[in-house]
C-alpha cells in the first residue's frame, strides 16, 4: 500500500502560537487527492480541505492554511494562532488512482493539544 | 439533515459470535466505506463500495464481510469476531471517491 505519514505523533503548544503538521505520502498516480480530517475530543470526523494533484495552490482558510508541494509529496496544514478548540487528532489521507479510486488511506494522525 | 447513522454505537461481544454493525446514509451517495480506528494506525479502510453490488478489498479486509445491496445501506459483518478485533469502527459515505466523505458517528466494539 501506499503509505501516507504524519511524522508527529503528538504536538503540544500554547495559545496563540503558530503550528504545522507535516504530511508526506507516496504515490505512482499522476492523478490523486489529497484531504485533511480533524477529530475532536468528542469523536467524530470532520472534513476540513480536498485537494487534487493538478493543483499546487496553496489554501488559506481563516487561520488554517494548506502548503501542497508535488515535488516532495508533501501537503503541510498550519494553524496560524492556535486556539484551545484547535486541539484534536488531525489525519492526512491520500485516495488512490487507477482502478483503485475508492481506497482511501489515512496517516496515523497528529493529535494536537493548545494549552491555554 | 444529512447523515450517516451507524448502530450500534458501542457493543460488546464474546469470541465467535457473529455481528453485523449496520450503517446508513440518506445523502444518495455513490461511495461507502468501512474503516477501523486503532491508536497510533491512524484509519485503516476495511472495504469499500462503489455502487451496489460493487464492492473491494480495502487495507485491512481479513475476518470481515460487507455487502451493498441497497445503495444507502452499507452493513459490516463479523463472522467470527476475535479479540484483535476490538476497535473504533467508521463507516463513511460520499459522492465520489474524489469528494469529501461524511462519517458516522463510530462503533467502539470490544471483543472478549
Known amino acids: 500500500a501506499q503509505k501516507v505519514t504524519q511524522a508527529q505523533t503528538e504536538i503540544s503548544v500554547v495559545e496563540k502560537e503558530d503550528v504545522t503538521l507535516d504530511c508526506v505520502y507516496e504515490?505512482?498516480?499522476?492523478?490523486?487527492?489529497l484531504f485533511w480530517y480533524k477529530q475532536p475530543p468528542s469523536g467524530e470526523l470532520v472534513f476540513l480541505i480536498r485537494?487534487?494533484?493538478?493543483?499546487?495552490q496553496n489554501e488559506i482558510s481563516g487561520r488554517y492554511s494548506w502548503n501542497f508541494q508535488k515535488s516532495t509529496s508533501s501537503f503541510n496544514f498550519t494553524i496560524t494562532a492556535s486556539q484551545v478548540v484547535d486541539s484534536a487528532v488531525y489525519f492526512c489521507?491520500?485516495?488512490?488512482?487507477?482502478?483503485?479510486?475508492?481506497?482511501?488511506?489515512f496517516g496515523q494522525g497528529t493529535i494536537l493539544t493548545v494549552h491555554p | 439533515e444529512a447523515q450517516v447513522t451507524q448502530n450500534p454505537r458501542y457493543l460488546i461481544t464474546v469470541t465467535g459470535k457473529k455481528l453485523t454493525v449496520t450503517c446508513s446514509q440518506n445523502m444518495n451517495h455513490e461511495y461507502m466505506s468501512w474503516y477501523r480506528q486503532d491508536p497510533g494506525l491512524g484509519l485503516r479502510q476495511i472495504y469499500y463500495s462503489m455502487n451496489v453490488e460493487v464492492t473491494d478489498k480495502g487495507d485491512v479486509p481479513e475476518g470481515y464481510k460487507v455487502s451493498r445491496k441497497e445503495k444507502r445501506n452499507f452493513p459490516l459483518i463479523l463472522e467470527s469476531p476475535s479479540p484483535n478485533q476490538t476497535s473504533l469502527y467508521f463507516c463513511?459515505?460520499?459522492?465520489?471517491?474524489?469528494?469529501?466523505?461524511?462519517f458516522g458517528q463510530g462503533t467502539r466494539l470490544t471483543v472478549v
Open positions: 504515490t505512482r498516480d499522476t492523478t490523486y487527492y
Open positions: 463513511a459515505s460520499s459522492s465520489s471517491s474524489n469528494t469529501e466523505a461524511f
Open positions: 485537494r487534487n494533484s493538478f493543483d499546487e
Open positions: 489521507a491520500r485516495n488512490a488512482g487507477g482502478t483503485s479510486y475508492g481506497k482511501l488511506t
